[in-house]
């Protein structure tokens, strides 16, 4: 008998016991999702299971290789690999950073059992892959070395691995915690493994990584008992082994401490699937064992109810669409709720960035931590859109998080890139800010936001961070002092002009003022005489040689160049204009940009390069608002022509289908706002400007109860152009939308079509947000 013939004998049970499960509606949103998409080429998404914000993304690691090697496996994953190493709980969606991959899990049948896990040439635990499946909160893959089906699903803060062995066959488990993404010589720093009385593993590890130190533990369970287990450490020069169980010589070892432990786990030869159930804690043991417990069930009750959550949390936009673009759509929103996700335990308790345990309270107010906060790339628009689709109270938690981490940080101020409760200082700006204070200009509620903005004045005014002193001090970050320095200005600039319009909101008028004034700091590092912005040096000149299409990391700017930068002024594109001659040379510059002829230029040596059109560079977030400036140019429909091109050419519902890497929703966020027909181009704005729809009608579920619906009259790719808006059957004659017009609810609707209309929305009158007026 064949081993996926006894595969399909052990697996009978299961499947049988998951048919109306795994039947799912046609409508439904969550079987629009695909999460492949993202899983090749330059998207790094991961394939696995995770419920909404979850703490944990339980997916395969197919490669986990170290240094440069890793890039492109950040999420541990390529969906063209041919072989799995095996199950981590830990994984990041669309990072340009590897790490995580924490506590690999893989099941082995037969009597020989590897420790090692081989090459794709000469597996040892690795195994080929066939029959991959993935919906929201569920991967299923045959493993056909061991002839193993396996399941993987999720809930808030527990995992469940399902295992269908062959019959007949001794089932073991692997559990490697010297497996990590992005492996070098001593960055797990120390790992711990035991078994307790009622047969729980539990253990830990704590890593130098990309956060430093980063600790975390988990609880794993079993739906049958252990017939015997192994505890070995593979650290050069220690030779200490613990065995327990028949056959295993008299040792009776149930833990064991060290730099590289594996575990092989044995089950004998199981007449039903395995479920192991895990849970992680950022606090200690007895916290994942708490978590384990705050999410009864077994492995179809958790999926079932981690489905219903996806279903209500993509629900909250209702989209009809060709096939192709609902899948696209809906699976950016999928990937835009990922993250952050939950830190704290049930408890309440989390561990902050000063390694120290915190309860569940800010200032006597309960709330969830959350980390995982990629801020360079979600102010942009990944909060903004969370801010629509989620309720208050989750908004308000992310805002809490970011607040509770600058009071728990040694150096006193807000997040920039943070994981695992630990600050990694990746990236440019104190992006925190404009996410708070968008949710507080928006008003969210749950949020103290003059206690918030004391913490945004804390981070924008300490001086020893990425040169804001000499910022402070000469209004602009010289290069000569500080890398990336043209970027740093320009980013700080707006990160200021949030600070001043929460500080005018809440009445305090010398904030505003003294933030106003920082906030136009860009014009002191742009050069009129070339029309792009360039890093200066600290007596005041521009460093030279001067070359707009560099990107070198490093440089004078942050993973750009002088194309895209030179558009970063989101609050104030009116003062821009008028440095580059008015509307017609603006958009001169812009058809420049996107239209430049790069056969000459490689880029080859810069990893976040990616989707290029021109020097428009829409794999990397700094390019993600410019095809909207057209519009703040007097020529809307320019926008309209930019956004299909780019649509058309950066999302296909494809493994390959994200042109660069979705930083934790940015790049998703992006389609979804552009796929409704707007987008914040200045959160903090309270604006969206108006570009142009690629769904048939769209019900976005609001906070409040209210609904704001939008509606496609003649869309198809013969009509790319806007012909008429109306909001709430009124014309609308203006290039935007705000924000409190879409929170009181009603219909956004577009009539399409095939020429474009070039009086709409093009007077100074009609444009959107600017902190200096429009000239021509």
Excluded at 714 to 735: E, I, Q
């Amino acid at each position: 008998m064949t081993a996926f013939r006894t595969l399909r004998i052990a697996m009978s049970a299961t499947l049988l016991a998951g048919t109306a499960l795994s039947a799912q509606t046609p409508d439904e949103p969550a079987a629009a999702v695909d999460p492949f998409i993202g899983t090749s080429g330059e998207g790094h998404t991961f394939p696995g299971a995770a419920a909404p914000f979850g703490m944990l993304q339980l997916s395969p690691d197919s490669h986990v290789g170290a240094a440069r090697q890793t890039y492109n496996w950040a999420a541990g994953y390529r969906h063209e690999d041919p072989t799995i190493l095996g199950f981590s709980h830990t994984h990041f969606s669309g990072a340009g950073h590897s790490d995580l991959g924490d506590f690999l899990v893989t099941p082995v049948s037969g009597d020989t059992v590897a420790l090692e896990p081989g090459t794709t040439e000469k597996p040892g635990y690795r195994s080929r892959k066939a029959d991959e499946v993935a919906t929201p909160g569920y991967y299923a893959v045959t493993l056909t070395d061991p002839g193993v089906r396996a399941e993987m699903t999720t809930g808030t803060r527990v995992g469940i691995h399902r295992y269908a062995f062959p019959a007949g066959k001794a089932a073991h488990l692997v559990l490697d915690l010297r497996s990590i993404i992005y492996d070098y010589p001593g960055k797990i720093l120390w790992s711990s493994i035991r078994i307790r009385p009622d047969g729980t593993i539990t253990g830990s590890r704590e890593i130098r990584g990309w956060a430093t130190p980063r600790r975390i533990f988990f609880a794993m369970r079993f739906s049958a008992p252990m017939a015997a287990h192994q505890f070995v450490t593979t650290e050069k020069d220690v030779l200490y082994k613990g065995f327990k169980g028949p056959g295993r010589g008299p040792e009776t070892l149930d833990s064991l401490s060290g730099r590289a432990i594996v575990a092989q786990l044995d089950f004998g030869a199981l007449t039903k699937a395995l479920e192991v159930k895990v849970a992680l804690s950022g606090v200690d043991e007895d916290g994942a064992i708490a978590n384990l417990a705050s999410e009864p069930g077994d492995f179809d009750a958790i999926r079932a109810k981690t489905r219903a959550a996806w279903n209500d949390a993509l629900g909250a936009v209702k989209i009809d669409a060709p096939k192709p673009m609902r899948t696209n759509v809906y699976t950016a929103l999928y990937h835009s709720l990922m993250a952050p996700g939950v830190w704290s335990d049930a408890d309440g308790r989390w561990r902050g960035p000063d390694d120290q345990v915190h309860n569940g309270t800010l200032d006597g107010r309960r709330f969830t931590m959350h980390s995982t906060f990629s801020l360079w790339d979600t102010f942009r628009a990944e909060h903004p859109l969370l801010t629509l689709i989620q309720p208050d109270a989750k908004n308000a938690d992310f805002v809490n998080s970011l607040i509770a981490s600058q009071k728990s940080s040694p150096f006193g101020i807000l997040p920039v890139w943070q994981f695992g409760g630990k600050e990694t200082w990746t990236m440019i700006g104190y992006h925190a800010v404009p996410v708070i204070a968008d949710a507080c200009l928006k008003g969210i509620k749950g949020i103290d936001c003059a206690a918030a903005l004391k913490t945004m004045v804390a981070s924008a005014d300490y001086a020893p961070y990425g040169g804001l002193g000499d910022y402070m001090n000469l209004g602009y970050v010289p290069i000569d002092r500080e890398p990336e320095a043209a970027s740093k200005t320009v980013e700080y600039a707006y990160d200021d002009w949030t600070i001043a319009r929460l500080a005018r909101q809440l009445g305090d008028t010398a904030t505003a003022r003294r933030f106003e004034k920082r906030a136009q700091n860009w014009r002191n590092s742009f050069d009129p005489k070339t029309g792009f912005l360039r890093a200066r040096k600290a007596d005041g000149s521009f460093r030279t040689p001067f070359d707009p299409t560099a990107i070198n990391y490093g440089s004078d700017y942050t993973e750009g160049n002088a194309w895209q930068y030179s558009w970063f002024m989101p609050h104030d594109q009116g003062g821009l204009f008028r440095l580059l001659g008015g509307d017609a040379k603006t958009v001169a510059k812009l058809d420049a940009m996107f239209d430049y002829d790069n056969s000459k230029i490689d880029y080859s040596h810069a990893e976040d390069i990616a989707g290029l059109i021109g020097q428009y560079i829409h794999g990397n977030e700094p390019s993600h608002h410019v095809a909207y400036l057209y519009s703040y140019a007097g020529q809307p429909w320019r926008t309209q022509e930019r956004l299909k091109q780019i649509v058309d050419s950066q999302y296909k519902p494809t493994p390959d289908g994200l042109a660069g890497n979705d930083d934790l929703g940015q790049m998703s966020a992006w389609l979804v706002f552009t796929a409704l027909g707007f987008y914040p181009v200045a959160p903090g704005s309270n604006e969206y400007v108006i570009g142009r729809p690629f769904v048939e009608r769209a019900d976005m579920a609001l906070p409040g109860g209210k609904h704001f619906t939008v509606v496609t009259d003649g869309l198809s790719d013969s009509n790319p152009y806007v012909g008429r808006v109306t909001l709430n059957g009124r014309a609308l004659d203006r290039g935007y939308v705000t924000d409190a017009e879409i929170r009181a609810g009603g219909e956004l609707r577009f009539t399409m079509q095939a020429t474009p209309n070039k009086t709409w929305a093009t007077g100074i009158k009609a444009r959107p947000f600017s902190t200096t007026s429009y000239g021509r």
